[in-house]
Each structure stands twice: as structure tokens, then as C-alpha cells.
């Protein structure tokens, strides 16, 4: 038998003081003796219960992390929720022919049987990339791409991975070639942006702004108009590849089912075990996960320095430092000519960031939803596992000591191991059933993108 003890909503309160008026939330399991007390971290002593959750503060950072709505609407990219886009952007996605040896396509670092992320420490296209392949799944929450935040949309990201000579070793004007050259895609692509106004046999084969000397040389010989009608097609492809992007959703966690159950008065029990539940207390409590890993997304969409320990004889990653210049610099960035939406709302954030000393070393947090199926971890994929990050926050061994610009902002948390246990197991009720990955592959996709 359950109880269920309704919480109190009082109905006129300011948002944000909303639940403070909870007093407890109590499901009584049929074993029935888990009423136990515990000190609470003010002194007071709270009545615990194994599967409820007794503190109003800890209970209401919960209930706001729950549930993840739709992705926010994208004002840059007008084709941001355009399913024909997606369908285009479903399609290049896994096309291989985007990379310089025809054979890494965004599949290969980003498999959709791995929560669109790719297993391995550091990602491998034609060479080893800088960094950890982050998820795409719930991804296009964020309001800076990468850990280093160096894009301020996903479709303004695209450009970087294909032509970058560690991941695709593409470029531009091969993208516009693909565009023009394959009939299907053609036919989807005119259907949504318009005619491509370039031949495909007056262009290049191979060129680019940035990179190898002859690519570059090829770049500079184009007329300026040419060079514009290039870059908007891959604006364009990089607006339907996140209009895909945008589709890769990981739905309903058992965390959220909890929380939903709680806030209607329930007492979320069966939801959560009792390990769970002291898991959950711990990460919006005492532990102060929530403090950075906060809102429905576990991330409060920043930059911090929490100081991994870096690997022997590699040079520490400047993250953020570097990242604020980048994309204040991006050709593709919200307030640049090819957004829909120059003087919006991300295009001033964008214009106004500065680079600020105290973000080196700094990395955007990362989203904790679908965390279970996303190992390694960390911006350079250094921890195997949920257990190595975890001891990593109980103890900080080894951790990079700041400069005299930076804030320390964590301290050891000295977690025990059965601590240490319930925060994973709450962590791991952070996944969704996840994106219907059956049927998104089209069958001719050829490229390395699958797990063996
Ligand atoms: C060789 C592996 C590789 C390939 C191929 C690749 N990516 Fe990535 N992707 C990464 C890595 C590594 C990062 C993180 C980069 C960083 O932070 O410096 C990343 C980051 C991203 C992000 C940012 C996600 C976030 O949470 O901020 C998006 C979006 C993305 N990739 C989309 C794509 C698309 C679209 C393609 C194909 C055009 C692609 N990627 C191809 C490895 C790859
Ligand atoms: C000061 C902000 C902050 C706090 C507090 C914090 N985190 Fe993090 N967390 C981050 C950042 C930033 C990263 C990425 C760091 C990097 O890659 O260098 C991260 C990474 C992680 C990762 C790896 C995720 C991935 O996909 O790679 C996990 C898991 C995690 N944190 C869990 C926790 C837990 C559990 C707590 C509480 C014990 C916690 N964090 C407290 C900011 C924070």
C-alpha cells in the first residue's frame, strides 16, 4: 500500500518561491521502516524516509529540473523546425561524401546507437580530433556549441568539423559541389532554399579560407560573389542538419516520471529506489551537483574550470579563453550575414562576449541528461567512467590548481562509497528511451559510423 501525502501549491506565489510551502513528501513502502531521522544541514532534524525526499529546497531544485520541454526556437535559422529541412539534414548527416577521403561522415563521431556521441576518448575521423565527441541527443538546448562554446548555433557549427583536417577534411566548396552535383539532394534542397546560383565545373576542386596553401590560393581566386554563394549553401546545409539535430530528443527519464508523479501529489516511489533517492538528495543538496549541472537540461549553459587533471606532456586546453574569441570571430555566427536573425537576441549575447582570463581552462557543463549511455567523460574524455568523475568531485586528486585570476569554485566533497554509489544510480535514471534511431540511417549511407 502507498501513501500519499498531496504536496501544498499555494497558488499565487512568485515563481521561483513556488513549493517552498512543501513540508514533506512521503511514500511509505510496504516494509514500512524506513523512517529513520537525519540532521538536515542547518541543524534542524527532518523525517527521512526511504523513498521521499524531505528537504523543501532539495525538492524544489528537483521539480525544476523536470521536464525537458522542446528545444527553445532558434530566430537564426529560420528553417529550424522545418521537416523537410530535417529530412535533408537527416540525409547529409550520413553522408560520408562531405569528407575529404569520402569516408567520415557526422555518423562516424556522432552514432546513433551510442546517444549520438562515439565511445572513444578523444574522437577519430581522418585523424585524432582535439576533443571528447560530445552528444547531440537534447543538444540543441544549448546556447553555445562545444565545450568551448565557440559556436553559437548548431548550424553555424558545421562548417568547423568538415573542415577541420583531424575530423572531416572537407571543405566548402565541396560541400556546394555534393549540393549540386547528386540529383536528390539537389531536387530537396532547391524544393526548400532556391535555386544554387554556381556550376558545379567552374568551381575548384578542393578550396577553402583557411588551410593548405593550395586550397587557400584556389579560395582567393574565386570572385567575392562566388565566394558568398558557397558559403550560404553551406549555411544552408548547416540549417537543415540541425533542423536533424533538432529531432534527436531524449525523452521521458524515470527521473522525470518521479518528479511529474511528485508534483501532482504523488509520492513518485516506485519511480525511484531508495539508493536513487539519496542520490538525488545528495546532487541537489549537500553535494551542490545542481549548482552548475542546474535547470531541466543539467546545465546551467556556462563555462567553468573544475580543473581535471590534465594527461602528462599535453598541453593544458585554454577552453573558454579561446572559444570567446572564436566565435565573436565566426563568419557563421547569430549576427553574422548568414543568420535569419542578425540583431536578435543571441546575436547581442554574441557580440558582447568578452575574453576573460579567469575563463581558461573553463569548459561549457555539460548536460547530464542520457550521462549513463555517454562515456568516456569530460571535455577530453579523460574519466572512463560515472565512478571516476565522482571520485574525482569526492577527492579533487590530482586536480589542476587555478591561477591567481580564478575563483576556486569547487571543494572536496569527501563522499563516501555508498555516496558515491547513489549519486551514479541517480545519474543513470537521467536517460530517456532516447531518439527512434530504427529507420533515421538511409540505406546507401556508406562511411565508418557504425559500433563494432
Ligand atoms: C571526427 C569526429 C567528428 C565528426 C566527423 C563530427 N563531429 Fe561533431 N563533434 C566532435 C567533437 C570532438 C566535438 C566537440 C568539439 C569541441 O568542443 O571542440 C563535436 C561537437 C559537435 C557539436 C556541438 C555539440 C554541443 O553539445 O555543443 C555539434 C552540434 C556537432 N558536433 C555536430 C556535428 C555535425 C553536424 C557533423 C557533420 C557535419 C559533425 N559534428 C561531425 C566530433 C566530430
Ligand atoms: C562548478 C560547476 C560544477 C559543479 C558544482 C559540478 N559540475 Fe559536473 N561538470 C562541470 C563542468 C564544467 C564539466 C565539464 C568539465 C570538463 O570537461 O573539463 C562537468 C562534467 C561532469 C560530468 C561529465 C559529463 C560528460 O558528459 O562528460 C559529470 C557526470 C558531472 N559533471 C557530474 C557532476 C556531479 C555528480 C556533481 C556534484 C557532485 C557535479 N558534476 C558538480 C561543472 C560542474
Not at 408 to 420: E, H, K, N, R
Amino acid at each position: 500500500m502507498k501513501v500519499f501525502l498531496p504536496i501544498l501549491l499555494a497558488s499565487k506565489m512568485p515563481a521561483g518561491a513556488f513549493l517552498l510551502c512543501v513540508v514533506s513528501v512521503l511514500g511509505c513502502g510496504d516494509s514500512g521502516d524506513g523512517s529513520a531521522t537525519s540532521g538536515s544541514k542547518d541543524g534542524a532534524v527532518a523525517p527521512r524516509n526511504e523513498f521521499g525526499v524531505t528537504d523543501p529546497v532539495v525538492l524544489r531544485r528537483a521539480l525544476a529540473s523536470s521536464p525537458l520541454p522542446a528545444p527553445p526556437a532558434d530566430s537564426t535559422n529560420r528553417y529550424a523546425d522545418d521537416p523537410e529541412a530535417a529530412e535533408l539534414g537527416r540525409m547529409i548527416f550520413f553522408d560520408p561524401r562531405l569528407s575529404g577521403n569520402g569516408e567520415v561522415s557526422c555518423a562516424t563521431c556522432h552514432q546513433p546507437d551510442r546517444w549520438f556521441a562515439d565511445g572513444l576518448t578523444k574522437s577519430k575521423g581522418i585523424g585524432i580530433a582535439d576533443r571528447h565527441s560530445p552528444t547531440l541527443v537534447d543538444a540543441a538546448h544549448h546556447r553555445w556549441f562545444n565545450w568551448d562554446g565557440r559556436s553559437d548555433s548548431m548550424w553555424g557549427h558545421t562548417i568547423r568539423p568538415i573542415e577541420n583536417p583531424l575530423e572531416m577534411g572537407g571543405d566548402r566548396t565541396m560541400v556546394a559541389r555534393l549540393l549540386l552535383e547528386d540529383p536528390d539532394l539537389n531536387g530537396r534542397y532547391e524544393a526548400i532554399f532556391g535555386a544554387i546560383p554556381l556550376v558545379a565545373a567552374d568551381l575548384p576542386r578542393r578550396a577553402r579560407p583557411i588551410g593548405d596553401l593550395p586550397s587557400v590560393e584556389a579560395w582567393e581566386r574565386l570572385a567575392p560573389l562566388e565566394q558568398d554563394r558557397i558559403n550560404r549553401v553551406v549555411a544552408n546545409v548547416g540549417k537543415s542538419l540541425a533542423a536533424f539535430q533538432r529531432t534527436l530528443r531524449g525523452g521521458s527519464t524515470r527521473f522525470d516520471r518521479w518528479a511529474e508523479s511528485v508534483s501532482i501529489g504523488g509520492d513518485g516511489g516506485s519511480m525511484l529506489d531508495a539508493s536513487e533517492i539519496r542520490g538525488l538528495a545528495l546532487f541537489f543538496g549537500e553535494a551542490e551537483c545542481w549548482e552548475c549541472h542546474s535547470g531541466p537540461l543539467f546545465s546551467d549553459g556556462e563555462f567553468h574550470n573544475i580543473g581535471i587533471p590534465v594527461a602528462e606532456g599535453l598541453p593544458r586546453d585554454p577552453g573558454r579563453y579561446d572559444g570567446s574569441l572564436l566565435v565573436k570571430e565566426d563568419l557563421f555566427n547569430a549576427a553574422g550575414r548568414y543568420s535569419d536573425d542578425a540583431e536578435g537576441r543571441q546575436a547581442i549575447l554574441s557580440r558582447g562576449v568578452k575574453r576573460d582570463p579567469e575563463a581558461w581552462g573553463a569548459f561549457r557543463t555539460p548536460t547530464l541528461r542520457g550521462v549513463g549511455q555517454t562515456a568516456p567523460y569530460m571535455h577530453d574524455g579523460s574519466m572512463p567512467d560515472l565512478e571516476s568523475v565522482l571520485r574525482f568531485y569526492s577527492t579533487l586528486e590530482g586536480a589542476v590548481q587555478l591561477d591567481h585570476h580564478q575563483e576556486s569554485v569547487l571543494s572536496a566533497l569527501d563522499l563516501d562509497p555508498g555516496q558515491i554509489q547513489d549519486l551514479e544510480a541517480f545519474l543513470r535514471t537521467l536517460s530517456g528511451p532516447g531518439p527512434e534511431i530504427e529507420s533515421m540511417e538511409p540505406p546507401h549511407a556508406g562511411g565508418r559510423h557504425r559500433s563494432e
